[in-house]
């Protein structure tokens, strides 16, 4: 394992360019479920490719919004975990780094790394289901059946985040793909690597000259193309990672005598 350690590190000088994309799983041990794992509790028997539909929205809003619901209040009583706070810690020590997320949980923020491109909106927010802009939940107006409307057009207000089916924002995304076509190394952690676009992403930084590297319990699509692999859970391989970056590329500068 020293030896993937030391390729991985190699490639990571604090002049390298470094893109980092998260899916569920890096969420997973802070005690939020990813949707592709065993699910658990209340909602076990919902699927969320199902739920997480304008679809399902259109047909049962109760349905959907509560379910964002239950997932707002579990997102609220949980905190950011060690994989996390090492991302953060990267940002800090390479400039130029980018983190991008398929998350919705804001717990990278919280974590403080200082910019985020969220390639699937945020759990916190709302905006009109017919106007598209987001709404202060402090200005929706109640209606009679637990659900909120925009004060604007009355229509119901909806979670800010994509659904299945539907186009990304428009900007993270162009964003993330200039940045993944640019990177010396791209991460890959703790997705699945198969809800597209960003699936693409990590091809794409490959095929651009890239670095790749998984870090994921299990396998994936993209685990036959990764130059280097960390099977592991994010919350222990990514504290170690940062380990061994700072062994590496911090040994020099000692007190300076
Ligand atoms: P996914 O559920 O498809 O896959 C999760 C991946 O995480 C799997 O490959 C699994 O092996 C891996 N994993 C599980 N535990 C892990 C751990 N401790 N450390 C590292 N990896 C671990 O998730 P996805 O690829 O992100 O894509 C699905 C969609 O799910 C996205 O659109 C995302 O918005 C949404 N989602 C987000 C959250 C969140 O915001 N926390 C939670 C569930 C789903």
């Known amino acids: 394992m020293q030896a993937e350690w030391d390729k991985i590190t190699a490639h ?17 041990e802070s005690g939020i479920p990813t949707f592709r ?24 809003p109760k349905l959907v919004w509560d379910w964002y619901e239950w997932r707002r209040e579990a997102r609220r009583n949980v905190q950011p975990n060690a994989g996390h706070r090492a991302l953060a810690e990267l940002a800090q020590n390479i400039p130029q780094f980018v983190l991008v997320t398929q998350n919705i949980d804001g ?5 403080g790394s200082p910019e985020v491109i969220e390639l699937h909106g945020n759990l916190q927010r709302n905006k ?3 106007e598209n802009v987001v709404i202060d939940r402090a200005r929706a107006r109640p209606t009679e059946n637990g659900l909120l409307a ?9 979670p800010d985040v994509v659904w299945f089916g539907e186009m990304l924002p428009r900007e ?12 010396d190394v791209f ?16 091809r794409l930084a490959k095929q ?33 990672l940062m380990r061994q970056w700072r062994l590496r590329w911090l040994k020099q500068s000692g007190p300076g005598e």
Not at 15 to 24: D, E, F
Not at 187 to 200: C, D, I, M, Q, Y
């Open 12 to 28: 990571l000088p604090p002049s390298a360019r470094v893109v980092v994309l998260t899916g569920a799983g890096v969420s997973e």
């Open 37 to 60: 794992d065993p699910q658990t509790g209340l909602w076990a028997q919902y699927d969320p490719m199902v739920l997480a539909t304008a679809e399902a929205f259109a047909r049962d």
């Open 107 to 111: 717990l990278h923020r919280l974590a």
């Open 128 to 130: 009109c289901s017919r």
């Open 150 to 158: 925009c004060p604007n057009c009355g229509a119901l207000l909806r």
């Open 172 to 183: 993270a995304l162009s964003c993330a793909i200039g940045e993944a076509e640019r990177c």
């Open 187 to 202: 991460f890959s952690v703790g997705t699945s690597a198969v809800v597209e676009p960003a699936a693409s992403l990590p």
């Open 208 to 240: 651009y000259g890239a670095f790749l590297v998984e870090i994921n319990p299990r396998e994936t699509p993209i685990s036959g193309m990764a130059d280097a692999t960390v099977h592991g859970k994010s919350g222990e391989v990514l504290p170690e």
